[in-house]
């Protein structure tokens, strides 16, 4: 039976080439269990490095312009790309 | 005014910057164990959760000055003249009490905190509470201790929201030597690390907040030093593009802390300030 295992990664921009700032998988087959801080280095470079290793881009971050009067305003982080494999399980 | 040197220029500049500041072995060891038998022991109770009707209830918004008198080693930590010095250098002087808890993470326990920030979203633009948190034993890499990420704190968010995250370049995880000090500026997100060591892990976390503006409070005499800009231009690497986004907000933060509104780094401010059709 197939399971979606799940790659989010957070680029620096609005480009698949850009580099990886953050990450996070959640693996639906139960194999691999992950959770915060277990990773010092992001497994891929880039989005692009991710589909080139066979991951499916499921979701594309919008762009939005931010809202008046809070221009500068930072939270969440911008770039989020899912990805996802079918794993066998 | 205490007796050890209040913080210079440089080292706020890099709390207005990461959002944290550590200092390993601030503690001396005995007054660690000290501090350590008095949490065991039951430690003063944390008004987090406590009966309305209980004394700890009514800690949070008073003076810290004397809270502590019934634990005289905690209370002795917090008189240290170095760890004095660091709080009055962010806070000014007779900073108010929030709330303490002590956080103890088992043995053996595979589990991660998720990612979060404390308390809920903050909406002040600079004023800001610290969080002190003190390893008081030894707290080598796979006993944890706290992950915490430098240059998230002005990032609004609340709570747990962020718990989606897992790593981060540039993530820090507390691993430091007894007697230890991390503070944190209210917004950081962080998170409690397993523990696959045989011994339990304790951190002790006091919250305390402002009583005044916190402007000028520390050492000034390098207040003028040309590195304050780069070190508040520094790039933590996680957040990509946004970097100019957070020095802007830092240069902000700077300008309330030192009361110059014209203070700058790199013109990104004054630049866009200009606006001679407004």
New interface residues.
């Given amino acids: 039976m197939l399971k979606q295992k799940l790659l989010i990664l957070y680029a620096s921009n609005s480009s698949l080439d850009s580099p990886i700032g953050a990450w996070s998988l959640y693996d639906g087959s139960g194999r691999e269990k992950h959770m915060a801080g277990d990773a010092d280095e992001p497994p891929y470079a880039s989005v692009m490095a991710a589909m080139r290793d066979g991951w499916r881009v499921i979701q594309l971050p919008q762009l939005r312009a931010p809202a008046a009067g809070a221009e500068h305003a930072t939270a969440f982080l911008e770039y989020e790309f899912v990805l996802e494999k079918m794993v066998e399980a | 005014m205490t007796a050890a040197r209040r913080l210079t220029s440089l080292q706020v500049a890099g709390f207005v910057a990461d959002g944290a500041l550590r200092f390993d072995g601030i503690v001396p060891r005995a007054l660690s164990d000290a501090a350590l038998a008095e949490l065991a022991g039951g430690g003063p109770p944390s008004p987090f959760g406590a009966d309305p009707s209980s004394p700890a209830a009514g800690w949070p918004g008073k003076p810290l000055a004397g809270l502590f008198r019934d634990w005289p080693a905690l209370s002795a930590v917090l008189e240290l003249p170095a760890v004095a010095a660091v709080i009055e250098s962010l806070l000014g002087p007779d900073p108010i009490y929030d709330h303490h808890y002590a956080h103890v993470i088992a043995a053996r326990n595979e589990?991660?905190?998720?990612?979060h920030a404390d308390a809920i979203l903050d909406p002040r633009g600079a004023a800001f509470d610290i969080q002190l948190c003190f390893f008081f034993h030894d707290t080598p890499r796979e006993m944890g201790g706290t992950?915490y990420l430098p240059g998230s704190h002005?990032?609004?968010?609340n709570e747990s929201?962020?718990?989606?995250?897992?790593?981060?370049?540039g993530?820090e995880?507390m691993a430091c030597p007894a007697g230890s000090l991390l503070i944190c500026h209210h917004g950081i997100w962080h998170?409690g690390?397993?523990n696959r060591t045989d011994r339990a892990r304790t951190m002790f976390k006091l919250r305390l907040n402002p009583r005044a503006p916190q402007r000028l409070v520390w050492d000034t005499t390098d207040l003028h030093d040309p590195r304050i800009g780069k070190v508040l231009s520094r790039d933590h690497?996680?957040?990509?593009?946004?970097v100019r986004?957070?020095i802007?907000?830092r240069i902000r933060v700077w300008r309330a802390l030192t009361g110059d509104p014209r203070f700058d780094v790199d013109f990104w401010l004054t630049r866009i300030e200009n606006d001679p059709l407004g």
Wanted: charged share 15%; hydrophobic share 40%; with cysteine.
């Fill in positions: 589990w991660s905190q998720p990612w992950m002005l990032r609004r968010v929201a962020i718990a989606r995250y897992q790593n981060f370049v993530q995880a998170c690390q397993p690497g996680w957040y990509g593009h946004d986004l957070e802007a907000n």
